[in-house]
């Protein structure tokens, strides 16, 4: 029997935000492997199957039981909220397969099924700021240096890159986003906008809107499952919103036109 290991991005949480090829993914599967924060979120749609849950900071158990179980004609979802290709379980899976000498072609079938990350779903929620060049950072440094971070922030900071912030802060974790905010502020005014988002579209979302001066005094709304979006020099707000503008009104007129019907 010939087994398949799915590696599927369930979206932020809400099922209306799954894509279909995911659904499909997780019902033709006989288990179900994953942090047991994430299997959580896919409770309603794994009843009868077998499940493996696991705690935080088991990734690489969790990739090789994953592994194990396909090459033993299972088929297996590997769930894993967001997009498992950003900051998930996707890069992990694929060391270990190359490691043991993998081949696509004839090994193991393997399939990433794409999920909304957090950085489309939180943007979604506060307007448009991700309209021009942006640049995604983590401010976990568990698997990374700061040092190396530290210089990713800098040279983003220096590029007016909009930016977007996961793993902000955690119980251990505080002086990342503090030091993060000082290297900006050398760059951008104190008023660039700066959204918190945590939790979105799960029942526990709350949403800050507020800028780089202000920032410190927000740090009840940072965790593991928040997200920070920067704005760049051009990024302003509108009604509780981020507006990052295109380039338009270089260009064109935006003012709406009168119009008028044939009589």
């Known amino acids: 029997m010939t087994g398949k290991l799915y590696i599927v991005g ?33 409770q309603d749609l794994i009843e009868g199957k077998t499940v493996y849950r696991y705690a935080m900071t088991q990734e690489v158990e969790r990739a090789r039981q994953c592994i194990d179980l396909a090459k033993s004609g299972k088929i297996v979802s590997l769930v894993s909220s967001g997009d498992p290709g950003i900051y998930g379980m996707a890069g992990l899976i694929y060391e270990t397969l190359a490691e043991a000498g993998w081949s696509p072609k004839d090994g193991l079938q393997v399939e990433i099924i794409p999920g909304v990350s957090a950085l489309n779903s939180c943007a979604s929620i506060i307007g448009s700021p991700l309209m021009t060049d942006f640049a995604v950072l983590s401010m976990s440094d568990l698997l990374v240096p700061w040092e190396i971070i530290e210089k990713r922030v800098e040279a983003a900071a220096q590029g007016d890159f909009v930016i977007v912030i996961y793993n902000p802060a955690s119980k251990k974790r505080i002086h990342q986003l503090q030091d993060t905010r000082k290297i900006l502020l050398k760059y951008r005014s104190p008023l660039t906008p700066v959204a918190i988002i945590k939790g979105a579209f799960r029942e526990s979302q709350t949403v800050v809107l507020t800028d780089l001066k202000s920032l410190p005094e927000h740090s009840d709304k940072l965790g593991m499952i928040s997200t920070v979006i920067i704005g760049n020099s051009s990024t302003y707000t509108y009604e509780n919103l981020m507006v990052n503008p295109r380039g338009y009104k270089s260009k064109y007129s935006l003012k709406q036109a009168d119009v008028k019907s044939n009589p």
């Not at 809400?14 to 959580?40: C, L, P, Q």
């Open 10 to 42: 369930v979206g932020p949480g809400h099922h209306d935000h799954m894509t279909f090829r995911a659904k499909e993914a997780i019902e033709e599967s006989d288990t179900i492997v994953g942090y047991e924060t994430y299997v959580n979120l896919v």
